[in-house]
């Protein structure tokens, strides 16, 4: 049976890794972006498999319904939630509408794309879903110091990882696979097209990320993380997470009584 992925952000890095490794595979891929040239370009690189360029801004509620709409009508086998801006800023110099951009497209965006894509991935029984996060999720406790300027980049990237954790319990033997793929630094466009110079720092490529999210996928990882050798670090951060949940009452603590 020919397979069919949609992947958002398919126009540069990973998600472009992402679209060739597929189409490399043989899926059909719908290619999700708004640089049409780039896509166009992807598409005549692949002759053999269909891939279909798919104009969207995902900062908009039309481009959002637009894709949403794809997903819901057509059988895909993956989804994989991609494309990102991070504007790095203190919050309190972040402008409203960069605000708003990051928001849509890397939290209302998969949101809605996933909601849209899982009814019918359930009815046929099988499909995947990746939403691409990044290690950043797990960062809130680091001081200013260390990691300045993303609060809503990062409170973005932990709602994915939040969403797709439970998205997973809950689609637990139907087929459906869910996955949040968290990279660290990543070689692409990502920092050069918001003025940051990353070129010198150690950085993973695309292709590796995109190979572990495979493999992440094929070994049945919720939470991927392409550079954690120790995966028991992160499984001790979950039980940490449910031993906190778990240790609430309805009584008020003692330190907020005196
Ligand atoms: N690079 C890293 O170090 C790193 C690390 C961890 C996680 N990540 C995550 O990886 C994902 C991919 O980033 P990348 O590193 O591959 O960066 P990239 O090369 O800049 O790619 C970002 C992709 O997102 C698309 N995109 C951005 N805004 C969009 C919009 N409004 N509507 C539709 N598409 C939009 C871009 O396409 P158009 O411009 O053509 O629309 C582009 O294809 C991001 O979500 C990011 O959060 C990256």
């Given at each position: 049976?020919?397979?069919?992925?949609?992947?958002?952000g398919?126009?540069?890095?990973i998600?472009?890794?992402?679209a060739?490794?597929?189409?490399?595979?043989?899926h059909?891929v719908?290619?999700v972006g708004?640089?049409?040239?780039?896509?166009e370009?992807?598409?005549?690189e692949?002759?053999?498999?269909?891939i279909?360029p798919l104009?969207?801004d995902l900062?908009?509620?039309?481009?959002?319904?637009?894709?949403a709409a794809?997903?819901?009508g057509e059988p895909?086998?993956m989804?994989?939630?991609?494309?990102?801006?991070?504007?790095?800023?203190?919050l309190?110099e972040?402008?409203?509408?960069k605000a708003r951009?990051?928001v849509h497209?890397k939290?209302?965006?998969p949101t809605?794309?996933t909601?849209a894509?899982?009814?019918g991935?359930?009815a046929?029984g099988?499909?995947?879903?990746v939403?691409v996060?990044?290690?950043?999720?797990?960062?809130?406790?680091?001081?200013a110091?260390?990691?300045?300027?993303?609060?809503v980049y990062?409170?973005a990237?932990?709602?994915?990882?939040?969403?797709?954790?439970?998205?997973?319990a809950e689609?637990?033997?139907?087929?459906?696979?869910?996955?949040v793929?968290c990279?660290?630094?990543v070689a692409t466009?990502?920092?050069e097209?918001?003025g940051?110079?990353?070129?010198a720092?150690p950085?993973?490529?695309?292709?590796?990320v995109?190979?572990a999210g495979?493999?992440g996928?094929?070994?049945?990882?919720?939470?991927?993380?392409?550079g954690?050798?120790?995966?028991?670090?992160?499984?001790?951060?979950?039980?940490?997470?449910?031993?906190?949940?778990?240790?609430?009452?309805?009584?008020?603590?003692?330190r907020y009584?005196?």
């Amino acid at each position: 049976m020919s397979k069919l992925a949609l992947v958002t952000g398919a126009s540069s890095g990973i998600g472009l890794a992402f679209a060739r490794r597929l189409a490399g595979q043989g899926h059909d891929v719908v290619a999700v972006g708004r640089r049409a040239d780039r896509l166009e370009a992807l598409a005549a690189e692949f002759p053999d498999v269909r891939i279909r360029p798919l104009v969207a801004d995902l900062s908009t509620d039309a481009g959002v319904d637009a894709v949403a709409a794809v997903c819901a009508g057509e059988p895909l086998t993956m989804l994989v939630n991609n494309a990102g801006v991070a504007h790095y800023m203190p919050l309190a110099e972040l402008p409203a509408d960069k605000a708003r951009e990051l928001v849509h497209v890397k939290v209302v965006a998969p949101t809605l794309l996933t909601r849209a894509a899982v009814p019918g991935m359930l009815a046929r029984g099988e499909g995947a879903i990746v939403n691409v996060a990044g290690m950043i999720a797990f960062s809130g406790p680091a001081p200013a110091a260390r990691l300045p300027r993303r609060a809503v980049y990062a409170g973005a990237l932990a709602h994915l990882v939040a969403m797709s954790q439970v998205l997973h319990a809950e689609l637990a033997g139907t087929g459906v696979r869910v996955q949040v793929l968290c990279p660290g630094v990543v070689a692409t466009e990502f920092h050069e097209r918001q003025g940051l110079d990353l070129s010198a720092a150690p950085r993973m490529s695309a292709e590796d990320v995109v190979t572990a999210g495979l493999r992440g996928l094929e070994l049945g990882e919720t939470v991927c993380t392409p550079g954690v050798e120790d995966t028991g670090l992160l499984q001790r951060v979950f039980d940490a997470d449910l031993a906190a949940f778990g240790g609430q009452r309805v009584e008020l603590a003692g330190r907020y009584r005196s």
